[in-house]
C-alpha cells in the first residue's frame, strides 16, 4: 500500500506538474529574451546542426581540457592528482553527450574545480543542447514554417530561462533537506570508537540539483543517490525522483505545442506513460522477492531484496528509481543495479534499450520520433495511403534515415557487447561471474548507447578498452539520432503539405497509440530478446530451478 | 567561423552564470539558512571534535554500540560503494554466514535482512528498528544495562522513514551510540 | 484483356502454374536473387547452409538446407505467378504487333508502302477496309468504324473521325469499313501498345516510391536481425565457458541461418514484387491501363474526385418526365403535339418524350407519312426541332419544340406570346435540375415537357462510401448553377462546378492541389489534356483523343468514368497488402524466437552437461525436441509464404470504412493474427514432423 502510494505520488505528480512546466517551457523556447541575440535568425537544419556541433565540440574540449590538467587548478582543497587520458576522454564524451557514465569516483579523483567549471557545467548545457534540438526538430514540423530557430538562442533559452531557475529551486530544496554545499575540504572525524573517519564533502546540493534536472545523472559521489550526501532522506529521494522525469514529461507538451498538436503530443504522453508503468510494475514486482543468496540461512527478509539498498529512502525506491533513471536516460541511482534481483534488471534494460520512455530532456522525444516515423509509415500503409506525418509524405529518403537510426542502437549495444563479451576487455572486468557478469557488459554498453550512464557497477570500466569504446559508442549515439531526425524533418518541411480529410491517418486517437506502442514493443523487444534471455532471464531461472 | 565566435560567447557566459554565479548563490543560501547540514551534517562532542557525521555510518565493532549495516567500503567516507554483488552471488551467502555467526542469530531468531545486507554507498547511517531492537540484548549485557533501559533510547531515536506515507520506523546508529555514551555519562557523574 | 483474364479462376490455372515453376526455379540465379535484399540474404544463407550439409550431411541438415531453398522457390513462385498472368496479356498483345505494312503518304501527296515499325512521328498513312492500323494517331481525314476489340476486349466496333473528341486510333486495331488518312502520333517502339505490353509484362517495372521506401525499412530490419543473429555466437560462448566449458558446443551454422531466415522478414520480402504486379493487373483486369506504378499508388492517395456530370453522376442522357400544358390546354393535347414534334428526333432525348407519351396516354407513335410532312431537326441556329405538315406542299400546321427561349421567339414571329405560366413553370423545373421545353403548335404555346436528368442508380451511396473513405466529389458540369445545384444535391456529391470550361477545371485542380489535396479526373477530349495532365491520377477514356490518352497517367479501355472509384480502392489496396504483410512479417517473429532461442540454448547453463538447462523452461510451444522446433520455424515460415500468394495477388479486402477503424482492423487481423497464428502453425508443423519421425 505504501509502495502503491509512493508510487502514485512519484508519477502521478511529476506528470501533473509536467502540465504547466511544459507550457513555460513552451514560452521560454519560443518566446523567450536571451543576453546574447544579436544577430542570431532562424536557421535552416543544416545550419542549426552546424552551430550545435561547434558548440558542443567546445564542450568537449574544454572538458577534456580542464579534467587533464585538474591538478594545477585551483579549487583543489583535498590535492586530487592527475587522471589517466583514456579516463579523461571517456567523462569528457560522457558528460557532453549527456550521459554522465562515470568511470571514475567523484570524492576520490575530481577537484571541486573539475566538478563545477567541468562536469556540473556541462550538466546544463549539455541538457540545454538537448532541449534545444528537439525546439528545431518541433518547429521544423510545424506547419507554420518559419524554420528550425536558432541554435544559440535556444541554448540561451534552455540555460538561463529554464534549466537554471529549476535547478536553483530544487538546489535550495536540496539545501534544506539536509544536503551539504561547502567548498570546504574534507571533515576529518574521530569516531566513538577512536577510529579516524575522512568525510568527502562539497558543493553538493549545487550539483545534484541540475544532475537530477537535466537527465545527466552524474553523481556527485562514487555512488550517485545512494550516498547519504547526495540523497539525505526520503523528502530529498521524492523530490529526485520528481526531477529525473518532470522535464522529459515536460518535453512532450512543449512538442505538442510547438507543433500545434497537442492531443498528438497526448497520445505520445500516454504510450511514453504506459510503459513506464509498465517497467515500475515489472521492477518493483521482481525486487520484492528476497535476496536469493539468503536461502536457508536464519535471516528475516520481510521487504524483499535489501542488497545495495539505503533503509531512509524506503524499499520501493530501488526498484522505482531504476525503473525512472532508465526511462529517461537520467542514470543517477537510488540503489544499486547490480544488486537487484536478476529480472528486476531488465527493466532498466529495456528502458535503455527502448531509450523513449520519456527519455532525455529533448532528446527522449526526438527519439521516439524515429519510432513515429516507423509507426506512421506501417500505418499510413494499412489505412491505404502512402504514409504521411504532420501533413508530409514519409517517403525513401526519410525511411532511409530513420533506417539509419534504427540500426545504430542495437548495433552499438550488441556489438559492444559481443566484442567485449568474447576478450579479456570485458571477461577481465566482470564483477559478478555467470549470466550476471554477461549483464554487466551488456548494462554498460547499453547505457552509454541510451546516453543513461547507469551501472552494474562492480564492473572493472575504467581500463582502456572501456574507456575508449564506451566513449566512442556515448559520441555516436549522442549526435547520430539527433542529426538524422532533423534530417528527416529538414527532408519533410521541404515538402508539399497534405490536406487532412478523413482518410488522413490520426496520429491523435487510441488506435495510433497502440499503433506506436506495438512498434515500439515489437522492434525494442524482438532486437534485444536474445541478449535478454542470456543474461537476467537465465539467471533467473538459474536461481528458480536451484 | 561565426559559429566558433558566438560559441566562445556563450562558453564564457554559461560558464560565469551557471559555474559562478549559480553554485555561489545556492552556497550562500544554504551557509547562511542550514550551515550544518551545508557543512556536511557533522556531529561534535563535548570539547567540539568532530565524532562523524549524522547522515554517515561509521563502523562499530564494540559489543556496547549498536552495529550498522555491514559496508562494502569497510565505512570508508571517501571512496564509497556497494558490494555489487548479485542477490544470487555465492560471496553474498558467504558474507552472510559470517555476519550470521557474528550475530549469533538462529533459525529462532533470525537476523532482520538489513544487518546481512551492505547499503548501495556503504555508508546507510541507519538500521531498521527490528535491527536495532535484536542487538538490545547484546548491548544492554555489554553495559550492564536493563533491557528496558537501551530500548527506550532506541525508540527515543526511531524515525519513520517517510512519515505518513511510508511509517515503518528506522534508527540512526551514529545518534543511538552517542545517546547510549551520553547515557552513561550521566550515570557516572551522578551515581 | 482477353475475356478468360477476367475471370478469376486464372488464378491458380495449369497453364500458368507450371510456367511460373520452372520460372521460379530459374530465378535462383543471383543476379536475380540479389535484386531483393532480403531474400539475397536468404540466397546467402542457403548457399552456406548447402556448403556446410555436404561437409556434415545429417537429416537435420539436409532439411533445413532444402527448406532453404524451398523458402527462395516459394518467394520467386510467387513473383513468377504474378508476372505469368502479366505475360500471357502481353502476349495476346504481342500478336497484335505483328510485322504490318503501311501506306505512307509522302510530303508530295504520292503513297508508297513502308514497314509499319518505320513510322515515325508526324507521318500520315492511309487505312482502308481491311486494313490494321499500323500506329497510333488521330484520324485526319475521313470517317471509319474500326474493330478495337483485341484491345478493350469489346466487340462491337467503334467510329472514328476526324475532328472532335473521337479522332484517336490505336495501333493494332482493324479498320472495318472506309477510309481514313492517320497522322501517326508515336515514334517506333513507344506506342501505346508497346507500354501496354510493356506494363503488364512488368519486365521494366519500376519500383514505386512506397515500394522504395518500403524495401529501406525491410533492409534495416534484416539489418538488425542480422546483428541478432551474429551476435549470439559470441554471447553463447561466453556462458559456455562460465559454464565452465571450452567454448565448445556454438550454434552450429545451420541452426543460426535458420533463425537468421527466420527473423529477417522473408514473407514480405518475398511477396512484396507480387504484390506490385498483382495492383497493376488488377487494374488491367478492370480494363484500366495505368502507365507507370507510380499511378496506380497515387491513387491510393486520392481524396478529391472531379467527375463529368454527364456520363458518371447522370445517365448519359436527360429524360423527359412530365407534361406541364398551358392552362387551358389539355395534357393530352400537349402530349400528342410533343410526340409529334419528337418523332423525327433521333436523340435519346427525343426517344424520350415519345415513350412518356405513350406511357402516360397511351399515345402510339404514328407513322408520319413523308409527302404529308417535313421534320424539322434541330440545329444550333434555332435551338428547335419539330414537324411541318404539308398540304400541297404548303406548310398547314407547324409544330416545334424547344428551349422557352427559342421558342417564345418563335412564336412571337408569328405574332404569338410565351404565356407568363409557362415561363413561371420552366423556371420552376429549371431551378429543381430540370431542363423545360416548350412545345408550340402555330403561334400557340401549348406547354412545356419536363425533362430531367436522371441520376444512375446506386450513386448516392457510392459517393457517400467515398465520404466516408475521406475522399470528395466534386460534380463537373457545363449546366447553369441552378441545374447543377439540384442535380448535385440529388446525387450527394460535396461540391460542383457549373458552367465550367476546360480552362475551369485545370484552375481547380491546381487549388485544390495548392490546398493539398491529391485530385483524379476523367477525361476524354482534347481541351480535357491539360487537365488529365496536371491532375494526380488522370485517367483517359479510351473513346477520347489521342492527347488525352497521351496526358493521362491510365487509359479506361472501357471508357467508364465511374471506374475511377474502383481505381482508388485498388491503389488502397495496393498499400494496405503491403502494410498488413510487413505487420505480419514483424509480428510472426515472436513466435518464431521461442521456437528457435529455447532450441538453441537448451544445454546452456545445464546442471551436466548433456541434460536440459535452465532455459528449457522458455519452450512455451511445448516443441518435442530442439530439431523439431527449429525445423518447426523454418518450414513454417517458407509455407507461410505460399500460403499468402493468393492474398498478395488478390489483395487485401478493402471494405471503405474510416480511416481509424481501418487501421484497428488490419491491427487486429494482421498484427493480432500475426501474432498467434504461428504458435499454432509451428506446434502444428512439430507434431507432424514428429509423428514422420523426420525430427
Known sequence: ?546 | MKNLITSFKLVALTLLVCCVAYPLTVLAFAQAITPNSADGSLLTNADGEVIGSRLIAQSFVSPRYFWPRPSAADYNAQGAGGSNLSPSSPALTERAKALVSAFGASAERPLPADLVTASGAGLDPHISEAAALYQVARVAAARGWTEEKVEALVEAQAVRIGGALVPDKIVPVLALNIALDQAEDVRQTNP | MSDSSKTPSSLWSANLLFPALGLSIRKLDPRQQFRNPVMAVVWIGAAVTTLFTFQTPTLFNIQITLWLWFTLIFANFAEAVAEGRGKAQADALRKLRTKTTARKIGSNGTESVVNAGELRRGDRVVCETGDAIPADGDVVEGIATVDESAITGESAPVIRESGGDRCAVTGGTKVISDRVVILVTSEPGDSFLDRMIGMVESSKRQATPNEKALNLLLIALTAVFLIVTFTLPPFVDFGLRQAGGDGSGNIPLPVLVALLVCLIPTTIGALISAIGISGIDRLTRRNVLAMSGRAVEAAGDIDVLLLDKTGTITLGNREAVAFRPTPGVKELTLAEAAQIASLADETPEGRSVVVLAKRLHNLRAREVAEPQAVSVPFTAQTRMSGVDFLTDGQPVQRVRKGSTEAIAAWVKGQGGELPAEVKSVSDEIAKRGGTPLAVAQGAEVLGVIELKDIVKGGIKERFAQLRRMGIRTIMVTGDNPRTAAAIAAEAGVDDFMAEAKPEDKLQRIRDEQAAGHLVAMTGDGTNDAPALAQADVGVAMNTGTQAAREAGNMVDLDSNPTKLIEVVEIGKQLLITRGALTTFSLANDVAKYFAILPAIFIGLYAATPGVEGPLARLNLMGLSSPESAILSAVIFNALIIISLIPLALKGVQYPPMSAAAMLRRNLFIYGLGGLIAPFLGIKMIDVLLTTLHLA
Open chain 1, 1 to 546: 500500500m505504501t509502495t502503491l502510494l509512493t508510487i502514485l505520488l512519484v508519477v502521478g505528480g511529476s506528470a501533473v506538474i509536467a502540465w504547466p512546466l511544459g507550457l513555460y517551457l513552451t514560452w521560454a523556447m519560443q518566446n523567450g529574451k536571451t543576453p546574447v541575440s544579436k544577430d542570431l535568425k532562424s536557421q535552416t537544419w543544416t545550419q542549426y546542426v552546424m552551430s550545435m556541433a561547434v558548440f558542443n565540440g567546445l564542450m568537449f574540449a574544454l572538458c577534456f581540457g580542464v579534467l587533464i590538467t585538474q591538478q594545477f587548478l585551483p579549487l583543489n582543497p583535498d590535492s586530487r592528482g592527475p587522471l589517466t587520458w583514456d579516463l579523461v576522454f571517456n567523462t569528457a564524451a560522457s558528460f557532453t553527450t549527456n550521459t554522465n557514465l562515470q568511470h571514475y569516483s567523484g570524492e576520490a579523483q575530481m577537484t571541486y574545480f573539475s566538478q563545477i567549471f567541468a562536469l556540473m557545467w556541462l550538466q546544463f548545457v549539455s541538457a540545454a543542447t538537448g532541449i534545444a534540438c528537439l525546439a528545431a526538430l518541433a518547429r521544423g514540423l510545424s506547419s507554420r514554417g518559419n524554420g528550425f530557430g536558432n541554435f544559440f538562442l535556444d541554448l540561451q533559452r534552455a540555460t538561463f530561462l529554464f534549466l537554471l531557475p529549476l535547478a536553483l529551486l530544487v538546489a535550495v530544496v536540496y539545501a534544506l533537506g539536509g544536503m551539504p554545499m561547502t567548498l570546504s575540504g574534507s571533515a576529518t572525524a574521530t569516531t566513538l570508537e577512536g577510529a579516524v573517519q575522512t568525510i568527502a564533502r562539497g558543493p553538493v546540493a549545487a550539483f545534484v540539483a541540475i544532475k537530477q534536472l537535466g537527465t545527466n545523472g552524474g553523481g556527485f559521489f562514487g555512488p550517485n543517490s545512494t550516498h547519504p550526501f547526495e540523497n539525505p532522506s526520503f523528502f530529498t529521494n521524492v523530490v529526485s525522483m520528481f526531477a529525473i522525469v518532470v522535464i522529459p514529461m515536460a518535453c512532450v507538451w512543449m512538442f505538442g505545442r510547438i507543433l500545434g498538436h497537442l492531443r498528438h503530443a497526448a497520445v505520445i504522453f500516454g504510450v511514453m506513460l504506459v510503459l513506464v508503468v509498465g517497467k515500475i510494475a515489472w521492477s518493483v514486482y521482481f525486487e520484492s522477492a528476497p535476496t536469493a543468496a539468503f536461502d536457508g540461512l536464519p535471516v528475516e527478509q520481510m521487504v524483499g531484496n535489501l542488497e545495495g539498498k539505503e533503509l531512509r529512502l524506503g524499499a520501493v525506491t530501488g526498484p522505482l528509481w531504476a525503473a525512472l533513471t532508465t526511462s529517461t536516460s537520467n542514470g543517477s541511482v537510488g540503489s544499486m543495479h547490480n544488486s537487484l534481483n536478476p529480472l528486476t534488471g531488465l527493466a532498466p534494460l529495456t528502458g535503455m534499450w527502448l531509450n523513449e520512455t520519456f527519455g532525455g530532456v529533448g532528446v527522449g522525444m526526438i527519439n521516439m520520433f524515429i519510432y513515429i516515423v516507423v509507426a506512421v509509415f506501417l500505418a499510413g500503409m494499412m489505412i491505404g495511403r502512402t504514409p504521411e506525418y504532420m501533413g508530409k509524405r514519409v517517403e525513401s529518403r526519410e525511411m532511409l534515415l530513420a533506417a539509419i537510426c534504427l540500426l545504430a542502437h542495437p548495433l552499438l549495444i550488441l556489438g559492444g557487447t559481443a566484442l567485449f563479451a568474447s576478450t579479456p576487455w570485458g571477461l577481465e572486468t566482470i564483477k559478478n561471474a555467470g549470466p550476471r557478469g554477461f549483464t554487466e557488459i551488456l548494462y554498460e554498453f547499453s547505457s552509454a548507447a541510451a546516453n543513461n550512464g547507469s551501472g552494474y557497477e562492480g564492473l572493472g570500466d575504467n581500463t582502456v578498452p572501456w574507456n575508449v569504446a564506451t566513449g566512442i559508442v556515448m559520441l555516436i549515439a549522442r549526435y547520430l539520432p539527433i542529426l538524422l531526425p532533423l534530417a528527416i524533418v529538414g527532408s519533410l518541411a521541404a515538402k508539399r503539405p497534405i490536406a487532412e480529410t478523413v482518410g488522413t491517418l490520426r496520429t491523435d486517437n487510441a488506435t495510433f497509440g497502440v499503433m506506436l506502442l506495438a512498434v515500439i514493443v515489437l522492434l525494442g523487444a524482438l532486437t534485444f530478446l536474445p541478449a535478454a534471455i542470456l543474461g537476467p532471464v537465465v539467471e533467473h531461472l538459474l536461481v528458480v530451478t536451484k
